[in-house]
């Protein structure tokens, strides 16, 4: 009831202040409004531009890999990522491969940094990380370790680039022992052969001494 009554009352106002019906004030209303807004965004300012994404600055262009020829393990062991401005390499059955792109992988902190700077063809065969299976090794090793070891040699090749191989120590023998060793078969070989004298050449010879001992005795 009081609803109706302040509706009424409404009605009343807005005829005698404007002139106007409700239903023709409140579309006056609505179209002012909507004026209003039209207006204000033709007039308002431009949002801001977006932020530019952040530029990364652009990694260096690696240099290209230097042959090495043939070095020597001490020598390759110099070149496992620890100075950054040597290459990062690694061996596979005696051949050097320059891994630098991927020291992520190889180089100090990755998952497999102590395969470089050495020849870890037993180490990948075996997928051991022992540190008596870091050399170029390979003898003993079964034929699914050997094939292992093939497919790694197959992704090296295909991806790196081969710089040198590693250089083979050979064992070197103690002069004593060589030179004893020497003499000793020149001296087997110059001795002169002797053989037995047959039984038969020996009775004689028996015989014959205890003739002449008769003969000086008579």
């Known amino acids: 009831m009081a609803v109706a009554e302040l509706w009424e009352t409404l009605k009343q106002a807005i005829v005698a202040y404007t002139g106007l019906s409700p239903a023709a004030f409140f579309t006056a209303v609505a179209v002012a409004a909507a004026l209003y807004h039209l207006v ?13 994404p952040r530029e990364e600055p652009e990694a260096e262009p690696l240099p ?11 020598e390759l062991r110099q070149y496992d990522g620890t ?12 051949q050097i491969y320059d891994v630098t792109q991927s020291r992520m992988f190889y180089g100090p902190g990755g998952p497999y940094a102590l395969f470089a ?28 370790e050997l094939d292992a070891l093939q497919d790694w040699e197959y992704k090296f090749m295909s991806k790196y680039v081969k710089v040198g191989t590693v250089k083979k120590t050979v064992p070197v023998e103690d002069g004593n022992t060589a030179s004893t060793t020497a ?20 009775a004689e010879e028996v015989k014959e001494a205890a003739a002449d001992k008769d003969a000086k005795a008579s």
Not at 40 to 51: K, M, V
Not at 83 to 94: E, F, N, Q, S, V
């Open 40 to 52: 204000s965004g033709l007039f308002a300012a431009p949002p801001p531009p977006p932020p530019r």
């Open 64 to 74: 290209p890999p230097v042959q090495m020829g043939e070095v020597s393990e001490e």
């Open 83 to 94: 100075d950054p401005k040597k290459p990062l390499l690694m061996a596979i059955k005696g």
């Open 117 to 144: 700077g050495k020849d870890a063809s037993r180490a990948l065969a075996k997928m051991s990380f022992e540190p008596q299976d870091l050399t170029g090794d390979i003898s003993g090793l079964g034929p699914f």
């Open 183 to 202: 003499e000793t078969s020149e001296t087997a070989t110059n001795a002169p052969a002797t053989e037995d004298k047959p039984r038969e050449v020996a």
